[in-house]
């Protein structure tokens, strides 16, 4: 997990989510945590990309669930590169629930279009924070 801390945030954080494009090709599930803090709260970002499944859905959650265990304020997930079945929008719906259940906030950045219609599908769009750019996640680290 990287830690980064001061100025040159927004760059250190936009070089920690550039996709690593052969696990995207492959279709591979992977989580990359990167924690930022400021003055004023921390946030854990988790970039997630390739196809989460039923076959995938328990390292999803205990992914999901290693990105609270630092005591983080915010929890963002950066699904870029992210298909996500049903079975997994429950599972991520549940995260969402806890997360706010403990007076902590989570963002969706970067949301495909194929998981956009989903949440849409199942009216879920207004149960998120969606972030789209690299300056809403920047705003998100300081509110």
């Given at each position: 997990m990287k830690d980064f801390i001061g100025s040159s945030l927004l760059g250190e954080c936009a070089s920690a989510l550039t996709l690593?494009?052969?696990t995207v090709q492959e279709g591979k599930f992977d989580c990359c945590p990167v924690i930022a803090r400021t003055r004023e709260n921390?946030?854990?970002?988790?970039?997630?990309?390739?196809?989460?499944?039923?076959?995938?859905?328990?390292?999803?959650r205990e992914a999901l669930h290693s990105l609270?265990?630092?005591?983080?304020?915010?929890?963002?997930?950066?699904?870029?590169?992210?298909?996500?079945?049903?079975?997994?929008?429950?599972?991520?719906?549940?995260?969402?629930?806890s997360i706010r259940g403990n007076d902590k906030r989570m963002y969706l950045y970067r949301v495909s279009r194929e998981v956009r219609d989903l949440l849409g599908e199942l009216d879920l769009v207004p149960f998120f924070y969606f972030l789209e750019t690299e300056d809403d996640v920047l705003m998100a680290l300081v509110v």
């Open positions: 690593d494009l052969a921390s946030t854990v970002i988790g970039r997630f990309t390739g196809a989460i499944g039923l076959p995938q859905i328990r390292e999803f609270t265990l630092e005591g983080m304020e915010k929890v963002i997930l950066d699904f870029e590169a992210v298909s996500l079945s049903r079975t997994a929008l429950g599972v991520l719906v549940a995260f969402a629930a």
